[in-house]
């Protein structure tokens, strides 16, 4: 089995900063992408930000130049810097992984818990 399991988040003042991380644990041979999504009260979960494993990123219009990602493959662990944020970058935010567990299978998507993001005004 694998386990997505995330850390960081809580409440912070818009323009605050905030660091999220999330480590991939048990029967792995490799992560593809990593990444991270967001969804707020009544909305769709949405695509925050994905990085690959040669290191190529994608970021939605909306956090990009504030979000960086970035990734240990050796620890299987994604992060997410989110500085400059926002009133509306108040979400439950899941880590989201496309793990191979074995030589030659094939990837397999993965979700963490999700961890809530609170930016007061």
């Known amino acids: 089995q694998v386990q997505l399991v995330e850390s960081g988040g809580g409440l912070v003042q818009a323009g605050g900063s905030l660091s999220l991380s999330c480590t991939a644990s048990?029967?792995?041979?490799?992560?593809?992408?990593m990444g991270w999504y967001r969804q707020a009260p009544g909305k769709q979960r949405e695509l925050v930000a994905t990085?690959?494993?040669?290191?190529?990123?994608n970021y939605a219009d909306s956090v990009k130049g504030r979000f960086t990602i970035s990734r240990d493959n050796a620890k299987n662990t994604v992060y997410l810097q989110m500085n400059s944020l926002k009133p509306e970058d108040t979400a439950v935010y899941y880590c989201?992984?496309?793990?191979?567990?074995?030589?030659?299978?094939?990837?397999?998507?993965?979700w963490g818990q999700g961890t809530q993001v609170t930016v007061s005004s």
């Open positions: 989201n992984a496309q793990i191979r567990r074995w030589i030659g299978s094939p990837a397999s998507n993965f």
């Open positions: 048990g029967t792995i041979f490799s992560a593809t992408f």
């Open positions: 990085t690959a494993s040669d290191g190529i990123t």
